[in-house]
């Protein structure tokens, strides 16, 4: 039997009644208004794993106000205040990125001063502060090497002294960090950026022939490497092996033309290598004094 259109009105009514009524209770029903301490962890919680997800991609509106709806339930939240820095990061605005990180770092050193100095380090490029963060972060597990943003604290350190020109530093923990990897995984899975930066870290010492036996080894597991070819051609034509280095710049010419080179998202990776630089090692061998 068919139900009447008045049917209908007297049920959309009664439902509308329904709900002015328990919206008007000193209790409600339907909206929870107070929550107990660990609900509102665990909603905060639950606002943080959906963040820079999928559904709400990191850096969007949607997402920044399901961020700020988290904070609300926990304003001393890390992650959150961390979350909120990321886009500014990737974006270019690097001191308002910094205020959010901070942040984070104040409420849960432990958690985020090692991705702080990581950030310092391959968004700022200020190398005594990486220096010290890291040594403020390594302090919580000093028997345990860290690997924030899955970066290890040894590297983080020699890269940066190796950019501030402290050569013997730099090789100390360029070489401890390179042991510890190979130890761990083989040479195989070892990065070849690492024997890039401690095979600089020698070149720039002048002490060639260890440079280019570092080189030599990241290229017997990493053959198509471009920026390894190019640095051994580079350090080649230092120690006056010009013929050498003409073959070593060729492998890197051609391996760069067919993609093998290293590339980090957002930032230039270090000792990266462009066409240019494969052109001006070109013309000053083609053209040696």
């Known amino acids: 039997m068919e139900k009447s259109s008045n049917y209908y009105l007297k049920t959309f009514i009664c439902l509308l009644w329904l709900i002015c009524?328990?919206?008007?209770?000193?209790?409600?029903?339907?909206?929870?208004?107070?929550?107990?301490?660990?609900?509102?962890?665990?909603?905060?919680?639950?606002?943080?794993n959906a963040s820079g997800t999928n559904i709400y991609y990191q850096g969007s509106v949607a997402e920044r106000m399901l961020i700020h709806e988290g904070l609300a339930f926990n304003p001393s939240g890390a992650t959150g205040q961390r979350e909120l820095g990321v886009p500014y990061l990737k974006r270019g605005f690097a001191s308002k990125a910094n205020d959010?990180?901070?942040?984070?770092?104040?409420?849960?050193?432990?958690?985020w001063?090692?991705?702080k100095a990581y950030c310092w380090l391959y968004f700022y490029r200020d190398y005594k502060t990486v220096l010290?963060?890291?040594?403020?972060?390594?302090a919580y597990t000093p028997d345990f090497v860290d690997y924030p943003q899955s970066t290890s604290v040894n590297f983080m350190r020699g890269v940066s002294y190796l950019q501030l020109g402290d050569y013997d530093n730099a090789i100390t923990y360029l070489d401890m960090h390179l042991n510890f990897e190979a130890e761990n995984t083989g040479y195989d899975?070892?990065?070849?950026?690492?024997?890039?930066?401690?095979?600089?870290a020698y070149q720039q010492k002048g002490?060639?022939?260890?440079?280019?036996?570092?080189?030599?080894?990241?290229?017997?597991?990493h053959s198509k490497a471009s920026e390894l070819h190019f640095h051994k051609a580079q350090n080649l034509k230092?120690?006056?092996?010009?013929?050498?280095?003409?073959?070593?710049?060729?492998?890197?010419?051609?391996?760069?033309?067919?993609?093998?080179?290293?590339?980090?998202?957002?930032?230039?990776?270090?000792?990266?290598?462009?066409?240019?630089?494969l052109d001006g090692l070109k013309n000053s061998l083609m053209h040696k004094d």
């Open 21 to 48: 009524f328990i919206s008007c209770q000193q209790n409600p029903i339907i909206y929870k208004k107070e929550y107990t301490p660990e609900e509102k962890l665990a909603l905060y919680e639950t606002l943080m």
């Open 132 to 138: 010290e963060e890291v040594d403020r972060y390594d």
């Open 238 to 277: 230092l120690m006056g092996k010009e013929n050498e280095a003409k073959s070593s710049l060729d492998l890197a010419q051609n391996y760069y033309t067919e993609g093998y080179t290293n590339t980090r998202p957002y930032v230039e990776e270090f000792y990266a290598i462009y066409q240019e630089d």
């Open 113 to 115: 001063l090692g991705y």
């Open 207 to 221: 002490l060639h022939e260890k440079a280019d036996s570092i080189y030599s080894l990241g290229l017997l597991h």
């Open 100 to 111: 959010y990180y901070t942040k984070a770092v104040e409420e849960d050193p432990q958690e």
């Open 189 to 200: 899975y070892v990065e070849y950026v690492n024997y890039v930066v401690l095979g600089q």
